[in-house]
């Protein structure tokens, strides 16, 4: 980690004093690039957090948090903004305000883009929800299946938690492939993700991979728990499992290829129009 953050801190080497940089709060490593940035003379660092709070030139003052956006008020170099960001989730929310923190350092049009920010709608295996509908059971499905890290996969479980089922009765059902890149610290990491899953309320935890069975096996936090070797037989077992207004995750490491799954998925769907969320 240390190593790739020096590698990225290189960019400032080409940077002119008068430059600005723009770091989100919670990046690993940040101390690595603040140094690099100071040594490089660059005078304006701008940290970005996540939080309601003030770091330096960034502010939240309010946020919302809802299954399908974010809604909330920024302060950003003294000017004040309510917008949302329509794709759910904390890394979404922080990765719209970097963008916001540049918008304002280029003096372009700020307003313009908070309300693109409104208008973006989640690209596939990024945390797009689908309404389906399938033997007359109508379900969410949220896919995030792109890729998966310890922060990332939080985020998408937080989600989980706060995207409510369309019918009494419905589930909140975690499909979760393991994660990559986590190095010695992956069982640590895979096991820390426990905590968040019990807080979430999760009804029943799937979980893909080697890496998972361990997390599956000692999660309290779930009242049924599934754990498969690789993706095949998921979505039999899911096709036999779904019950009205239940609310799927779908989430892993890219070489999982779990967008094969939610393909499958979607093709269930029985609706005369088929058709995906909308912030």
Known sequence: DEEIALAKAEIFEGMTEDGI???????????ILNIAAQNAKIKQIVTVPSEVGEIGDIKIERKVEHANCTALTVSIFNTK????????????????????AAIKALKADLGLAGITLGEMLPLKGRGRLYYLTFQEMMFTLIDDSYSAN??????????????????????RIAILGEMDD????????????????????????????????????????AYQKIWFQNKSGVFEWLKNEICSGDVILVKGAN???????INTIIDLDESIEKWEGES
């Open 21 to 31: 940089v723009i770091l989100p709060d919670d990046i690993t490593h940040k101390y």
């Open 81 to 100: 903004l309510t917008f949302k960001v329509s794709v759910p989730g904390a890394h979404a929310l922080q990765n719209g305000l970097l963008v916001l």
């Open 150 to 171: 310890n922060l990332s996969m939080a985020a998408s479980i937080k989600t989980l938690s706060i995207t409510q089922p369309r019918t009494m009765g419905g589930r």
């Open 182 to 221: 986590l190095g010695p610290l992956s069982q640590k990491e895979h096991l820390a993700l426990s905590p968040k899953i019990e807080a979430a309320g999760i009804d029943i935890l799937v979980g893909i991979g080697p890496k998972m069975e361990d997390l599956v096996k000692n999660c309290p936090g």
């Open 255 to 261: 070489h999982l290829a779990l967008e094969d799954i």
